[in-house]
């Protein structure tokens, strides 16, 4: 099988080399991720592994498939950058790594709150120009907050987990519920979720049911002063409504790792001013916020276990036709 690999980091290579060997692939490699404008550079590839920032529309899986194009594997646990329905219609499968480390993004998630509550970004700024006064530094304990945690799947319980540890009371609603998590939350209506909890998470997939799950609507539902944080999804949250809210201090604070229009900055080096939209320049601006760029993955751990079940998910393919990581929209 011949795999165009997209967005490669140096570090990562000896584990395709040994895969060369190991799983009998040749591989290629692309740094500038998957698109309309480049879906047409693909020839003579098997199958394609794709990170977050490919993009794989109608139009896309047309031209893919048309190249011969068998399978696309999503190196990721979230596969909504990809139209799955369109990759089906082409004849292509498509696979995800449902579980590499819910634990990475976990634990970048809890820092993320701590963060927020303990207003680290203006304590470091403050050091930095010499300020070692306490000036609008008094923080709050997580483990005195009641926390709200939309989405209690893999990753979901694992930060409910964490928070237990912290003494947390630990809120869920989830449109599925399960055995696992309700031994680590108290599962709520929605509703009463968005009233009662000081600090929501959210570990939701976006889906047509979740996009904006956070707008003006469940905002003015919220407890004057919560804290939001998502790691989930960008299209998860409608940012001029959380600006606003930031602003008003309906919300006190906003971690967030994961940005709706993301692709324009995601993985380059772009200035401030070269952001183009007013909202998201702003929030960055806040002391309120604090953003890293979809990085709440990126350890050690979880893309060494990244490459090896997408490419055991590619094995699987060439051996049986089938695998069982196939992305299942049945499952959202
Ligand atoms: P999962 O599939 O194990 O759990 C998702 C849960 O959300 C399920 O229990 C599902 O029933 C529930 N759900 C579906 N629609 C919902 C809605 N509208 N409101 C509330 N809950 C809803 O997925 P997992 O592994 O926990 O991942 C969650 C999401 O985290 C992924 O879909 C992905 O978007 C995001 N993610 C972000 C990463 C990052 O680096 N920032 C890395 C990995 C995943």
């Given at each position: 099988?011949?795999?165009?690999?997209?967005?490669?980091?140096?570090?990562?290579?000896?584990?395709?080399?040994?895969?060369?060997?190991?799983?009998?692939?040749?591989?290629?490699?692309e740094?500038?991720?998957?698109?309309?404008?480049?879906?047409?550079?693909?020839?003579?590839?098997?199958?394609?592994?794709l990170?977050?920032?490919?993009?794989?529309?109608?139009?896309?899986?047309?031209?893919?498939?048309?190249a011969?194009?068998?399978?696309?594997?999503?190196?990721?646990?979230?596969?909504?950058?990809v139209?799955?329905?369109?990759?089906?219609?082409?004849?292509?499968?498509?696979?995800?790594?449902?579980?590499?480390a819910?634990?990475?993004?976990?634990?970048?998630?809890?820092?993320l709150?701590?963060?927020?509550?303990?207003?680290?970004?203006?304590?470091?700024?403050?050091?930095?120009?010499?300020d070692?006064?306490?000036?609008?530094?008094?923080?709050?304990?997580?483990?005195?907050?009641?926390?709200?945690?939309?989405?209690?799947?893999?990753?979901?319980?694992?930060?409910?987990?964490?928070?237990?540890?912290?003494?947390?009371?630990?809120?869920?609603?989830?449109?599925?519920?399960n055995?696992?998590?309700?031994?680590?939350?108290?599962?709520?209506?929605?509703?009463?979720?968005?009233?009662?909890?000081?600090?929501?998470?959210l570990?939701?997939?976006?889906?047509?049911?979740?996009?904006?799950?956070?707008?003006?609507?469940t905002?003015?539902?919220?407890?004057e002063?919560?804290?939001?944080?998502?790691?989930?999804?960008?299209?998860?949250?409608?940012?001029?409504?959380?600006?606003?809210?930031?602003?008003?201090?309906?919300?006190?604070?906003?971690?967030?790792?994961?940005?709706?229009?993301?692709?324009?900055?995601?993985?380059?080096?772009?200035?401030?001013?070269?952001?183009?939209?007013?909202?998201?320049?702003?929030?960055?601006?806040?002391?309120d916020?604090?953003?890293?760029?979809?990085?709440?993955?990126y350890?050690?751990?979880?893309?060494?276990?990244?490459?090896?079940?997408?490419?055991?998910n590619?094995?699987?393919?060439?051996?049986t036709?089938?695998?069982?990581?196939?992305?299942?929209?049945?499952?959202?």
């Amino acid at each position: 099988m011949h795999i165009r690999v997209y967005g490669v980091q140096a570090d990562e290579m000896s584990t395709y080399e040994e895969a060369k060997v190991r799983y009998g692939f040749t591989f290629e490699f692309e740094a500038v991720p998957l698109s309309e404008k480049t879906a047409g550079d693909v020839k003579d590839c098997d199958a394609l592994i794709l990170l977050t920032n490919c993009i794989v529309n109608e139009p896309v899986a047309k031209v893919l498939a048309s190249a011969g194009v068998k399978y696309l594997a999503c190196r990721s646990a979230g596969s909504d950058h990809v139209d799955y329905s369109a990759v089906v219609r082409y004849g292509m499968k498509c696979c995800h790594v449902p579980a590499y480390a819910p634990e990475a993004i976990s634990e970048h998630t809890i820092m993320l709150a701590l963060e927020v509550l303990r207003h680290a970004k203006s304590s470091y700024q403050k050091v930095a120009s010499g300020d070692f006064t306490l000036k609008g530094l008094k923080g709050r304990q997580l483990g005195m907050m009641t926390a709200g945690v939309l989405g209690t799947g893999r990753i979901g319980r694992v930060t409910m987990s964490l928070l237990n540890g912290f003494g947390t009371r630990v809120l869920g609603w989830d449109p599925f519920p399960n055995a696992e998590a309700a031994r680590l939350c108290t599962y709520v209506e929605k509703e009463t979720l968005l009233q009662t909890s000081d600090i929501i998470f959210l570990h939701c997939p976006l889906t047509e049911d979740s996009y904006h799950t956070i707008c003006s609507d469940t905002v003015s539902k919220m407890k004057e002063g919560a804290v939001l944080i998502n790691t989930a999804r960008g299209g998860l949250v409608d940012l001029p409504a959380v600006l606003d809210a930031l602003e008003s201090g309906k919300l006190s604070g906003f971690g967030f790792d994961v940005y709706e229009h993301e692709t324009d900055t995601i993985r380059k080096q772009v200035p401030l001013d070269d952001i183009h939209d007013p909202v998201f320049r702003a929030l960055l601006q806040r002391d309120d916020t604090v953003y890293s760029a979809h990085v709440a993955f990126y350890t050690d751990t979880a893309i060494l276990n990244m490459i090896e079940v997408t490419l055991d998910n590619l094995k699987e393919y060439e051996a049986t036709g089938c695998c069982k990581n196939e992305i299942n929209p049945q499952s959202f």
